[in-house]
């Protein structure tokens, strides 16, 4: 038998809600089937005979693949895609949960944040939806009116072909019906929980109870509305809202407070409503039921509800044939009616609920008949009653998913690469470092000043010093050559690694689009299946060689940037020993200046003397010849 991965996205354990104990339960069945691992983001602290269980990080593709690695089918919460988009591309037959329409839920969810925000998580879960239509090869869903929901949203994805109706014109292939369920044991009490354990609740007190979380797209508010008018009537009746936070991490309500708030105001806190603050454990939950007269589950009038699933806390109520008191609008309703388990009101109606109470408290023989019904339908619901559709997949999985459907993801998951932003302070000091060489390579001549003997001394200057100069200038600018270069060289091989990375994703993206066409066209070719694998343990390597190689350069880098520091210490010798042999030089032509000045002074006299002779003798001559 292929070998079963459930992944769920929720806490699964002894404290869990819906999504958990979904998972958990079916998990139990199939296990009889065929071997099952069940994995959540949390440690899984329960256990069951043939099961085995684990955990993954949400978010970290390796810790997932573990497990896909040791799986033939995989079906998952359709959630599990915002964290884990690469399950789309696995080479297993993957099936979908989407028995929460989490697009729906969140427009409620978010209904009091930002503009920004709520358009933000509506492009979020809009996305999410068609990477869950594309990505799966089979859907569940938990009622009827959620099947046509989806089945509208498929044919809008081009999952809807000739082809597929061809292969069954219901389409019960590619997406069926998987309600909550319930145990196939009644509830059994195991000790006192409420009655003359919370202060305020007596034995003979009539119990209303809140069977589940105080979610903000329910409707709690209305039922403490209501109260008033019940106690007036019926002085000892008590509210119990089980309000324990929620296990998992998950985003914070705004109904509990002001539940607790509007209590508060009406004065009936801790008199006639009361709030159970841990989260119940699940094997414990019968206790509660159990000591309850009535069950009131109630919400607002939205697209959450009319599309939601017959809620967990509803399916308690028949489990413990417990009379119910609910919204009209949804699939949970309609059971009421239909099979006469309570009353339903019009939502956001506190009289109507109120009145609906107080005819179930004081009529006994309509809440035992109602709870008589309950008991009778409870059977019908137990999951070894409904997880058929399920079953039949994870016995016989069939790929579904289209090529062309792959073209509706907006962001195909990329493998983690080595970042080279590690490597950025590295390079940052390697550019100031060289911008500093830069600025003083050059022994450039000073300025020079006016008068003749400035220009002189100059002139001697650059004859005597000209050739070292000239060396060091030389020197210099090849230094400052050599960093560039080295430089260069170094954004050159980053840039041809990135080049590199980006090749090697862009082949493992074409690899998975490959894939998925060649296993259209044959399905069991185990021979391709293991050239895929043997491609994908080569990326892999290559990957860890382009990191290995990442590595090695910021090693490289990093001897550079040594070397260049050694290279200025030597610059800043050199022109230490320059500056001493310049002052030198100066002297020296001070010297010389004194010597030209010297000379000058005896050319002049020398220029006299010979100007006094040259007259002396011209005087001779004119003598002679008179």
């Known amino acids: 038998m292929p070998r079963l991965l459930i992944i769920s996205h929720d806490v699964v354990g002894q404290r869990m809600a819906g999504p958990g104990i979904r998972y958990w339960e079916l998990a139990q069945l199939l296990a009889t089937q065929q071997p099952v691992t069940l994995i959540a983001p949390h440690t899984i602290d329960l256990a069951a005979p043939g099961l085995r269980c684990g955990h993954y990080d949400w978010g970290d593709v390796a810790s997932l693949a573990l497990w896909l690695e040791q799986a033939d089918v995989v079906f998952a919460n359709g959630f599990v895609l915002v964290g884990h988009p690469e399950l789309m591309h696995i080479p297993q037959p993957l099936a979908l949960d989407l028995y929460d329409p989490t697009l729906l839920e969140n427009l409620e969810l978010f209904r009091t944040a930002s503009a920004k ?86 034995p003979h007190d009539i119990l209303l109870l809140w069977t589940g979380g105080l ?155 109602c709870a008589h019904h309950a008991r009778q339908l409870a059977p019908l619901w137990t999951w070894e009653h409904l997880v058929a559709p399920l079953a039949r997949f994870c016995r016989e999985p069939l790929r579904t998913r289209l090529t062309t459907a792959l073209q509706h993801v907006a962001t195909p998951p990329e493998s983690p690469v080595p970042s080279f932003t590690e490597g950025l302070p590295l390079m940052q000091q390697q550019q100031t470092s060289v911008q500093q060489l830069e600025q003083f390579w050059q022994l450039t001549r000073p300025a020079p000043g006016s008068g003749i003997m400035t220009r002189v001394l100059w002139r001697i200057t650059l004859r005597l010093a000209g050739p070292l100069l000239a060396q060091q200038q030389e020197f210099n600018a090849q230094v400052v050559k050599l960093a560039y270069a080295s430089l260069t060289h170094d954004a050159d091989t980053q840039a041809y690694l990135q080049a590199v990375l980006s090749q090697t994703l862009a082949v493992e993206r074409s690899m998975a689009r490959l894939q998925d066409y060649m296993e259209q066209l044959a399905t069991n070719n185990t021979q391709l299946q293991s050239y895929v694998e043997d491609i994908e343990r080569d990326l892999h390597g290559r990957l860890d060689t382009v990191s290995e190689f990442n590595g090695r350069i910021q090693t490289y880098a990093e001897a550079i940037k040594h070397d260049l520091h050694d290279r200025l210490d030597a610059i800043g010798e050199w022109n230490g020993q320059a500056n001493d042999r310049i002052e030198h030089l100066a002297y020296t032509a001070r010297l010389l200046n004194d010597a030209v000045a010297a000379a000058d002074e005896a050319a002049v006299k020398l220029a006299v003397q010979l100007t006094r002779q040259a007259l002396d003798r011209s005087t001779e001559h004119e003598s002679m010849a008179k």
């Open 117 to 202: 925000q709520r358009t933000q998580q509506n492009r979020q879960d809009i996305q999410l939806l068609g990477q869950q239509l594309a990505g799966g090869d089979f859907f569940v869903c938990a009622t009827e009116r959620q099947r046509d929901l989806y089945l509208g949203a498929l044919m809008g994805a081009g999952r809807i072909t000739p082809e597929a109706t061809d292969h069954d014109p219901q389409l019960r292939w590619l997406i069926d019906v998987v309600p909550f369920g319930l145990p196939d044991t009644p509830p059994v009490k195991q000790e006192p929980v409420l009655r003359e354990v919370v202060p305020g609740i007596g």
């Open 215 to 369: 979610w903000d797209w329910l409707d709690p508010l209305t039922l403490v509305r209501a109260m008033p008018q019940v106690i007036a009537q019926q002085p000892h009746t008590r509210l119990v809202f089980l309000a324990g936070q929620h296990p998992g991490t998950i985003q914070p309500m705004q109904l509990p407070a002001a539940t607790r708030a509007l209590a508060a105001e009406l004065g009936l806190l801790n008199t006639h409503i009361f709030f159970y603050e841990a989260w119940v454990l699940y094997a414990q939950r019968a206790d509660f039921l159990l000591e309850a007269d009535l069950a009131v589950s109630l919400h607002r009038n939205h697209l959450e509800t009319a599309y939601a699933a017959v809620r967990s806390r509803f399916l308690d109520h028949l489990w413990a044939g417990l009379p119910s008191v609910v919204s009209a609008g949804d699939a949970v309703a309609t059971l009421v009616q239909e099979h006469q388990l309570g009353l339903t009101v019009p939502p956001e109606d506190s009289a109507a609920t109120a009145q609906a109470i107080i005819t179930l408290l004081t009529d006994r023989t309509q809440r035992a008949d």
